[in-house]
Structures are given as C-alpha cells and as structure tokens.
C-alpha cells in the first residue's frame, strides 16, 4: 500500500505542478503579486546566496552531473538487459526505468513551480504603464534614428583595440563584477526583487558558443551565467540580459528590454555602448522587414565604428553555425513556445513595442 501511495506522488507531484501553471495562465495580476513578488524572490534570494561562495558555475557542473547521471542510467539499463541472469533482467531493468522516470518528473516539478511560473505574470509593458499598441514604420524610423544618433556617439567613448574593435575597460571580469550594481541602480523597484548576487560565466571554453547562446540562467541553481567567449559587444547587455531572468523575468523580449533600459542611462560607457547598440540591431532587423526605404536610409547614418564591431560579432558567430547549434535553436524555439512565447526565438524582437511605448510616453 506504501509503494503504491509512492508512486502515485511521483506522478501527481509533476501533474499538480503543470495543472498549477496552467490555471495560473488565466491570472497573471495574482501571479504577479503572490508569485513573482512574492515567493519567486523568497526562494531565489535564499537559494541563490548559496552559489555566491563559488566563482565557477554550479549550473555548469549540474549540467554535467545530470548528463552523466542519465548515461550512467542508460549504461546500467542496457548492462542488465544483456546480462546472462535473465530471471533478474526485468525487475532491475524496471528499477532503472523507475529511477530515470522519477528523476526527471523532479526535475520538471522544481523547473515548473520555481521558474516557469513567471512566464505567467504581468508584462512589463503593463507594470510601467504603458500600452504597446501598433506602431507605425514612421515611429520605428524615428526610434532607430535616435538610437544610432546615441550609438554613433558613444562608438567614439569607448575603448578599441589595435584592430578599431570596442573592447570593454578592464576586461570582461571587471564587466561581471559590476553588472550587478549597474543593474540594481538603475532598475525600477518591480525589476529588483532579489539581492544583488554574481554573475557566472562557462568554464569550458566554446561550451555556450557551440549551442548559440550568448548566456543562460540556471533555475535550478538562480544563476546567471554568461558566455565570456563572445566579442565584447553585447557583453555587458548580456550580463544584464541574464541578470533580468534571475530577478524573475522569463520571457525574453522582457529581459532584453530590461538589459537595455538598465544601461541605457547608467553612466558607464561600456554598459550604455552594449544596450544601445543591442536595441539598436533590435530596431535594424525589423525596419529590415517593415521598410527597405527607410532600413537603407537607416544604415547610411551609422558610424564606420559600429559597422566593424557588428562585422567582429558576425564573424565570431559564424564559426559556430553548425548543425549542433541550428539544433540548439530549434529546442529553444520549442521551450518559448511551450511556455506561451508564440514568436518562439523572434520574441526577442517583441521588446521593440515596449521601446516605442517609450518613446511615445517621452521616456526616451
């Protein structure tokens, strides 16, 4: 009776935890209040001040661990199927099923209750006041070309290598170490839920680079890691980008549009140079789609600086469009999906409607 109420829980706790996120869909105002601002920074301000003892990445190191966990499954599963002692073969090769199915429903129940959750609150839109109605080619022309007039500007404050590259003011470490106050200083109070806590970055070099990811958090660790690999362009963006999830934010227009909006004003020209030049390709790629006029227009008013950081960025990231990475793109395209993001990994363009709510409300 035991073992059957055992496995029934190993059932119901992943069950519960999709029923849970799926009505709390239909209420994102009491997500917001009781989940985002309520329990999320609990937890998170809790178990991430345990990471902050260690300077490497334990999400890193639960990625290897669960890899080698579930080969080491699949070993002993198939190591017991082919065995000679067949009258054993069944129970232990249910037992190593049994084991594998567990895990991952914890695995999913922890995903579900101490992150996904947020993907069901408020949007940021609605908690600055704004409303992201449609905008015109017109308004977009006019974002971008206040972006590129402030791009131009900062391409000429910051510091380039022999190559004319920007690279970052005391290397990307010191970029790390001060992202978090940069981003707690300028962010609204509903941005910063959680102590200020480390940036991470991968310790296999190329690890992040191979699957097309110029950052990830962890939400089994609430760690914000970066890929100290890329070019220094949208480096400190990103810094901040990853931050943003750690503080709650899930969906990823969001996170961008909080990255950009932390270090756009922030006073330090490396931050101001990377969100700026960040929203600014944001803006690019859709007045690409929306107007070939006004896109080519656009393109003439930008800095011969900015042209050879973007040329820099292309070129790093073209040594790693392989199929790997193109597999990469497509799981995550799955999960935003799965998670009520419909544009997938285009959502990231979403930000631009918040940016022009800006700019009609006169905030930038």
Not at 127 to 142: A, H, I, P, Q, R
Not at 179 to 194: H, V, W
Not at 327 to 350: E, P
Request: aromatic content about 16%; glycine content about 4%; charged content about 20%.
């Amino acid at each position: 009776m035991k073992n059957a109420v055992k496995r029934s829980l190993w059932v119901l706790i992943p069950l519960s935890s999709l029923v849970i996120y799926n009505i709390l869909s239909f209420f994102p105002a009491l997500t917001e209040e009781y989940y985002s601002r309520g329990f999320y920074p609990f937890i998170a301000s809790a178990l991430s001040y345990l990471n902050q003892f260690t300077g490497y990445s334990l999400g890193e190191f639960f990625v290897y661990l669960t890899a080698a966990f579930f080969i080491a499954l699949l070993v002993y599963f198939l190591a017991v199927v082919f065995s000679n002692k067949v009258s054993e073969k069944r129970k232990k090769a249910f037992g190593a099923v049994r084991t594998f199915l567990i895990a991952a429903a914890m695995l999913y129940s922890f995903f579900v209750l101490f992150w996904s959750l947020g993907f069901n609150r408020m949007p940021v839109s609605s908690s600055l006041g704004y409303d992201t109605e449609k905008y015109t080619v017109e308004e977009l022309d006019m974002l971008t070309d206040k972006l590129i007039v402030k791009a131009n500007q900062l391409s000429h404050q910051v510091l380039r290598d022999s190559s004319g590259y920007f690279t970052v003011n005391g290397g990307k470490e010191a970029v790390i170490e001060k992202a978090p106050s940069i981003y707690s200083e300028n962010a609204l109070p509903f941005m910063k839920q959680i102590p200020e806590r480390r940036i991470k970055h991968n310790l296999v070099p190329g690890l992040l680079s191979s699957i097309d990811s110029q950052g990830i958090y962890s939400p089994f660790t609430f760690e914000s890691n970066v890929n100290i690999d890329i070019p220094d362009l949208y480096f400190a963006a990103t810094c901040c980008h990853e931050y943003a999830h750690l503080q709650g934010f899930c969906k990823e227009d969001e996170a961008e549009f909080i990255a950009f909006y932390v270090t756009y004003d922030c006073g330090d020209p490396d931050f101001m140079y990377s969100g700026t030049v960040m929203a600014l390709n944001h803006c690019l790629s859709q007045l690409r789609k929306t107007s070939a006029e006004y896109y080519l227009k656009a393109l003439n008013k930008i800095d011969n600086l900015i042209y050879n950081d973007f040329r820099q960025h292309s070129d790093y990231w073209d040594r790693y469009d392989t199929e790997v990475s193109k597999a990469s793109d497509r799981i995550n395209d799955n999960y935003l999906k799965s998670n009520k993001q419909s544009a997938g990994i285009k959502s990231y363009g979403l930000m631009i409607d918040i940016l022009l709510s800006m700019q009609r409300n006169g905030d930038i």
